[in-house]
């Protein structure tokens, strides 16, 4: 992709709406804007961002065995007046009449969906177990929006459901997801800590929060100096019941949270299926959600320095800048132009700046949307046998033979 064909609209000010780090470096790496409070349009570089992400998510739950779907956002409140979650949930969900002067909302979550599309095609332990999962916005109704793509009213989330026939199905498909997760954070360039929660409104009895630490998280989380051992601060903090000492105090961001339901939501549904002996039985029920939208916001966190992003590998929005320094030059254009296919037949994403502006300003760009990996053409490296590579991340500079560039790159990125 050129930059000038690109749309990528950075900024040099910090816009005055950016309330945290992230915000800050989404809006002037040109990531993302706002329409609205809670209400966001992904620019260019923000969509392939998110596309990465999503294609880690969806590697890591087709391995799991989960199978996609895609549920509608409109629902009818009645499904969900079944299991008393409209009351539970109250404010936050949006609710409106249609011109029929039918109620319905917009889905903040889709248990009540799911169980009800399993009550009405599953009905024997032959088709458990079973993995659903969907990527999909989704709606809250936030008294306060805050931290741009953090506390948003329109959402992207992923959310899996499991279903089986009893507690110990459960158990393999909860520990199957949790490992799932600690691979998909890992591999976007994400630590998080992962603590014992509340299930809050999903009910249920046992749940696992991952929590991202980020100065502006509003989550507390324990964790254990020695041991490590993370919990949940809900109130009054307590000393490590192992090793007896103060635990600190690490603010976080929620990015994933997996459950396990029950039988909550198949017997408030009638979601029943038939067991061998033919008798009815409710399925018992996992699910597993994150925010993919936040999880943008939640890599920029932990992945910046002083002048700017520093993507981590796997979710950059592209992976190598060409950065040539004076696009008027034919010679230079040349050279830059042969990188550029070069990278990308070797099946690699690349980034050509070819705006006519001086090099200060490309480097400032560069550095502020981050790729991991920049290549600078100017007139001195046309006539040498090395390329010089730029690594974001370090800042550092690496010389490397023109004919070894392919290689390189496979190398770094791996
Ligand atoms: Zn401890």
Redesign the pocket.
């Known amino acids: 992709m050129f930059w000038t064909k690109a749309f990528i609209p950075t900024l040099k000010e910090t816009p005055k709406e950016a309330e945290s780090l992230s915000h800050q470096l989404l809006l002037r790496a040109g990531c993302a804007r706002m329409l609205m409070a809670g209400a966001y349009t992904y620019l260019p570089l923000g969509l392939r961002v998110l596309e990465k992400i999503q294609s880690i998510i969806r590697q890591e739950m087709n391995a799991c065995g989960a199978s996609e779907l895609l549920l509608p956002a409109l629902h009818p409140l009645e499904l969900w007046q079944k299991t008393g979650r409209d009351q539970d949930i109250g404010e936050v969900m949006f609710k409106f009449k249609d011109r029929r002067g039918r109620n319905v909302c917009l889905g903040p979550t889709h248990e009540e969906v799911i169980t009800d599309l399993v009550k009405n095609n599953c009905s024997t332990y032959r088709q458990l177990p079973l993995v659903l999962y969907q990527i999909q916005t989704k709606f809250r109704d936030e008294i306060r929006p805050r931290f741009g793509l953090i506390r948003a009213c329109e959402f992207i989330m992923k959310d899996a459901y499991s279903f089986d026939q009893d507690e110990a199905g459960l158990d393999k498909n909860y520990q199957l997801m949790y490992e799932a997760y600690k691979r998909i954070f890992s591999r976007c360039g994400l630590k998080t800590l992962i603590t014992d929660a509340d299930s809050g409104v999903m009910g249920g009895k046992v749940s696992h929060e991952f929590m991202a630490e980020a100065p502006l998280g509003e989550d507390i989380v324990l964790v254990?100096?020695?041991?490590?051992?993370a919990k949940a601060f809900k109130e009054g903090d307590s000393p490590?019941f192992?090793?007896r000492?103060e635990?600190d105090k690490i603010n976080t961001i929620e990015v994933g949270h997996i459950f396990k339901l029950g039988t909550k939501y198949s017997q408030a549904l009638e979601a029943n299926f038939s067991d061998a002996k033919g008798e009815l039985r409710p399925v018992v029920m996992g699910c597993y959600g994150i925010g993919v939208s936040r999880l943008v916001s939640a890599i920029i966190e932990q992945n910046n320095d002083a002048d700017g992003i520093t993507w981590p590998g796997e979710v950059a929005p592209f992976q190598i800048m060409v950065l040539p320094l004076d696009v008027t030059n034919q010679a230079i254009m040349q050279e830059a132009q042969n990188f550029y296919n070069q990278i990308n037949a070797a099946g690699f994403s690349c980034l050509l700046d070819d705006r006519d502006e001086r090099a200060g300003v490309k480097f400032k760009d560069a550095d502020l949307i981050g790729l991991p990996l920049s290549i600078v053409v100017g007139k001195k490296n046309i006539e040498e046998k090395n390329i010089e590579l730029r690594i974001r991340k370090d800042k550092s500079t690496q010389l490397v033979p023109k004919e070894e560039l392919v290689k390189f790159i496979s190398k770094f990125l791996a």
């Open positions: 254990c100096p020695k041991c490590k051992t490590c192992k090793c000492v635990m």
